[in-house]
């Protein structure tokens, strides 16, 4: 399993990196200059200490000086161009892999977002995919590089001294070995650090998305201490795993230590007692066996630096492995709806195998308002979701004027909803961008239509900017009746078949739902209108009025006919009628107080 993993990471990232090839065996070449360059040290470094200061020999002294110069100078520009080649490869498998991503992420159902945090996708999607740039501007090239590296460098070593290249290998083995007792250690802690990353980007984008209720609550000490203690224990995580790795690159460090006094002590020997080595060759073959030695340290750097790597990229790509739950036909039907919806022994179950609906089947004609009521948990807003296929049913059938619904694209299918929801999001820019979300190529005159429709126009045209004022996050500076007033347009000016009100006007005072509730009549002309309703005052007017209860229905009718019925129905009017009643009188008795 774990061959197969690595065999199937190690071919997405050779996917990633093919179409920019050339420019990594441009880095290759140039590296592979640059370690040829490198060899030319130990030869005229040599020469300075074993020939020219003992023999005084001066020019070939300025002559070691100046090759060394143009040495430098060749391999700092080298340096420089590989780096600007290997950044802008890096760079830019980065941007394509979070392009894919992103555009992953949106063909995902609604069902992986309820079940995970905006935080950790963020994290998945900017942290774990830059650990890329780790393997392609160095790792992967550099790994190369100190492979050729090595085998050349032990090459000239058998050249120069066969015995010496058999002592420089011996300690060799003694890296693998380290490797083998840390890699899973390293790995479990990569892991739960970005787990814990993961986190603190949850909490911190959870906070600062409430952060009005934050401060009503004064919350923020309290808020600020949860936080310090996930980041806390993500210090501790990450200095465990520094830990482990300074204590593996200590080990390569003391490893390399002992064969190079292994290399001095034999090679001293042949120099001071049997006279076999002279001292620019005993200097030649040290410093030969010390750039041997590096590209070994260089590996155990780099397997450092892919572990981490590593961990990210799985997370990366379990998510890029998941389909979405809802899938949409490569060539699913388009056409424009008339509006009938009809349910036909439709159940669901989420797959943890909850069942939410069971035999649930009525019919929407086109431009009736159904009303969906019952206790919560009731199956209200499944039904809901089942209509603009957020969920697949698991049994039964969904037709849209005579169609199977999955036979539609979805495209086809919700760009002729609009959904108008309890709690309203506006996104961060202008009243104007918020309302050709629901479509982008509106002219002014339809943007204003669909504002007046809303009567959100006279409060957008009082503002400083009018339909060019920057509202915040979220609407924050504005009420929340002007909110969902500018909901309702943004649903209005996409000019949808199919309608799904969702407790739109519970959260609003007695003004504002008054007003509100004007520009969703002037919404529902004419359009099938799902009503999931818990004020069931707002729903006196509907066509069909559907009772829910445990995910089954109990009853179907109008207003008039429901509330001459012993059922479920009139259990749920009657508190609320007397509630209304009873505010109403007291009111009323305000008011008369006031005038006495």
């Not at 090239?141 to 070593?157: P, S």
Request: hydrophobic share 45%; glycine share 8%.
């Amino acid at each position: 399993m774990a061959a197969n993993v690595r065999t199937s990471l190690l071919s997405r990232i050779w996917d990633m990196v093919l179409p920019h090839r050339y420019r990594l065996l441009l880095s290759l070449v140039l590296l592979l200059s640059i370690t040829g360059l490198g060899l030319i040290g130990p030869i005229y470094a040599a020469k300075i200490i074993g020939s020219a200061l003992p023999n005084q020999d001066l020019n070939l002294f300025f002559i070691c000086i100046a090759v060394g110069l143009a040495v430098h100078l060749a391999t700092t520009g080298l340096n420089l161009w590989n780096t600007w080649v290997t950044q802008s490869v890096g760079g830019r498998v980065v941007f394509d892999l979070r392009r894919r991503m992103y555009r992953h992420l949106q063909s995902l159902s609604l069902s992986f977002y309820e079940s995970r945090g905006s935080g950790e996708i963020m994290s998945r999607m900017m942290n774990d995919v830059a650990s890329i740039t780790t393997l392609v501007t160095g790792t992967a090239v550099m790994t190369l590089v100190a492979v050729f590296q090595g085998i050349g460098l032990l090459a000239l070593l058998f050249y120069l001294n066969w015995r010496v290249a058999l002592l420089a290998l011996v300690v060799v083995p003694m890296h693998y070995t380290i490797y083998t007792l840390l890699r899973k250690r390293i790995s479990h802690q990569s892991w739960k650090a970005s787990e814990k990353t993961s986190q603190i980007y949850g909490k911190a984008s959870e906070v600062f998305g409430a952060a009005k209720m934050v401060k009503a609550y004064a919350s923020e000490q309290r808020e600020v201490r949860t936080l310090i203690g996930q980041m806390r224990e993500a210090y501790e995580i990450g200095m465990r795993s520094t830990l482990l790795s300074n204590v593996w690159s200590s080990a390569t460090g003391v490893i390399t230590h002992w064969g190079t006094v292994l290399i001095m002590i034999v090679c001293g020997y042949s120099v001071i007692v049997r006279q076999t080595l002279t001292i620019e060759q005993y200097l030649l073959l040290l410093m030969y066996v010390n750039l041997f030695y590096a590209p070994v340290s260089q590996l155990v750097t780099v397997v450092n630096q892919v572990i981490p790597a590593k961990v990210g990229l799985l997370r990366v790509f379990e998510i890029m492995d998941m389909a979405p739950e809802v899938e949409d036909k490569p060539v699913g039907l388009r056409k424009t709806l008339r509006g009938r919806v009809s349910f036909e022994d439709v159940g669901f179950a989420y797959p943890n195998g909850k069942q939410v609906l069971a035999d649930i089947t009525f019919d929407a004609e086109p431009g009736q308002k159904i009303a969906l009521v019952g206790p919560s948990g009731s199956g209200k807003t499944t039904i809901a979701n089942l209509s603009s296929r957020f969920y697949d049913r698991t049994e039964g059938r969904i037709l849209v004027d005579g169609v199977d619904i999955q036979d539609y694209s979805l495209g086809a299918i919700r760009s002729q909803m609009s959904i108008v929801l309890q709690d309203t999001f506006l996104f961060r820019g202008t009243i104007r961008e918020n309302l050709l979300y629901g479509k982008p190529d509106a002219t002014q005159a339809e943007i204003e239509h669909a504002a007046r429709q809303a009567n959100a126009h006279d409060f957008i045209a009082a503002l400083p900017n009018g339909y060019d004022t920057i509202i915040g996050s979220n609407g924050a500076r504005l009420s929340g009746g002007q909110k969902q007033r500018l909901a309702i347009a943004r649903a209005l000016i996409r000019e949808p078949r199919v309608l799904i009100l969702d407790e739109a006007t519970s959260a609003l005072d007695t003004a504002s739902e008054a007003m509100v509730q004007e520009a969703l009549d002037k919404l529902m002309a004419n359009r099938t209108t799902f009503i999931i309703a818990h004020r069931l005052s707002t729903i006196k007017n509907a066509d069909k009025i559907i009772v829910l209860d445990n995910g089954r229905i109990q009853q179907v009718g109008t207003h008039a006919e429901l509330i001459d019925q012993d059922g479920l129905y009139r259990k749920l009017y009657d508190p609320q009628w007397a509630k209304q009643r009873a505010e109403r009188e007291e009111q009323e008795l305000l008011e008369l107080a006031a005038v006495a």
